[in-house]
T-cell receptor, first 114, second 116 residues
Framework: DAGVIQSPRHEVTEMGQEVTLRCKPISGHNSLFWYRQTMMRGLELLIY????????DSGMPEDRFSAKMPNASFSTLKIQPSEPRDSAVYFC????????????FGPGTRLTVT | AQKVTQAQTEISVVEKEDVTLDCVYE???????LFWYKQPPSGELVFLIR??????QNEISGRYSWNFQKSTSSFNFTITASQVVDSAVYFCALRGSEAAGNKLTFGGGTRVLVKP
């Protein structure tokens, strides 16, 4: 089975530009999570969805960040406008809501904002 | 509030040595889950193990073993006879009860460097 798929794997953009990160969760998983990882702050949960509904977005840093999950197989994280401090690796993860709830992570998107 | 502490930021060993990674957690939930993840230099996060709060049996998987002790709120991870391929950052994580939401609280990670 395919794991969590993220695109693009690398993104370099200029400050002020809009950035859209994409995620396809594992088929059958009904929870989806967006994380950000930096050296300074480690792994931070930004937002998560259950059954396509946002449950907790308290980790979203600012209004510049938004996330959507229009269906069970696709989610986006958008940054508009981007700033250099947004440079990080963004991970998407998915899990079931039964059993152990372990999350399976995608390969991440390395974002660089210049 | 939930909290996971990995006091060791970096451990350096020589190949074939054993290495133990400490993880201490805090939670008010009576039902919870503990996890370990590995992040090799390539960057992906790989799920290693899950343990339920009501199952204190230790587990062994090849060279990996885990020691869960509720009395000390610890979930330690040992790599036996370490190999260079074990070099990675290892994260311990905690998930509380369903009522608390199904998000994970991660520790800060421990970087393991295995030298040949």
């Amino acid at each position: 089975d395919a794991g969590v798929i993220q695109s693009p794997r690398h993104e370099v953009t200029e400050m002020g530009q809009e950035v859209t990160l994409r995620c396809k969760p594992i088929s059958g998983h009904n929870s989806l999570f967006w994380y950000r990882q930096t050296m300074m702050r480690g792994l931070e949960l930004l937002i998560y969805f259950n059954n396509n509904v946002p449950i907790d977005d308290s980790g979203m840093p600012e209004d510049r960040f938004s996330a959507k999950m229009p269906n069970a197989s696709f989610s986006t994280l958008k940054i508009q406008p981007s700033e250099p401090r947004d440079s990080a690796v963004y991970f998407c993860a998915s899990s079931t809501r039964t059993g152990g709830h372990e999350q399976y992570f995608g390969p991440g998107t390395r974002l660089t904002v210049t | 509030a939930q909290k996971v502490t990995q006091a060791q930021t970096e451990i350096s060993v020589v190949e074939k040595e054993d290495v133990t990674l400490d993880c201490v957690y805090e939670t008010r939930d009576t039902t919870y889950y503990l996890f370990w993840y590995k992040q090799p230099p390539s960057g992906e996060l790989v799920f290693l193990i899950r343990r339920n709060s009501f199952d204190e049996q230790n587990e062994i998987s090849g060279r990996y073993s885990w020691n869960f002790q509720k009395s000390t709120s610890s979930f330690n991870f040992t790599i036996t006879a370490s190999q260079v391929v074990d070099s990675a950052v290892y994260f311990c994580a905690l998930r509380g009860s369903e009522a608390a939401g199904n998000k994970l609280t991660f520790g800060g990670g421990t970087r393991v460097l295995v030298k040949p």
